[in-house]
Nanobody, 121 residues
Framework: QVQLVESGGGLVQPGGSLRLSCAASGSRFSIDAMGWYRRSPGKERELVAAFTSGGTTNYGDSVKGRFTISRDNAKSTVYLQMNSLRREDTAVYYC???????????????WGQGTQVTVSS
């Protein structure tokens, strides 16, 4: 089973920066798509940034120009660099990955446990 472990959340002042990391682990798998989503209280889960299976990168409209997603394929890890943070960026950030689990011989769609990001003065 492919598991995702997120890290890097915390409390930051408006205008500050944070970097989130998400590492996928398992014995034999390949990743087709991987990215970040978030959920704020009272709101639906929304896309933050993701690498798609087609090889493109998608960003949510509210984070374009401020957040950057990157990856280290050798480590099966994606990162989310968040700059110019705003109070409205406060949310639980979840990592998601889709791909193939070769041990189970089937596709997987895994979510991390979530990491809290709080933007407040």
């Amino acid at each position: 089973q492919v598991q995702l472990v997120e890290s890097g959340g915390g409390l930051v002042q408006p205008g500050g920066s944070l970097r989130l990391s998400c590492a996928a682990s398992g014995s034999r798998f390949s990743i087709d798509a991987m990215g970040w989503y978030r959920r704020s209280p009272g709101k639906e889960r929304e896309l933050v940034a993701a690498f798609t299976s087609g090889g493109t990168t998608n960003y949510g409209d509210s984070v374009k120009g401020r957040f950057t997603i990157s990856r280290d394929n050798a480590k099966s890890t994606v990162y989310l660099q968040m700059n110019s943070l705003r109070r409205e960026d406060t949310a639980v950030y979840y990592c998601n990955a889709e791909g193939i689990d070769y041990n189970l011989a089937k596709k997987f769609d895994s979510w991390g446990q979530g990491t809290q990001v709080t933007v407040s003065s």
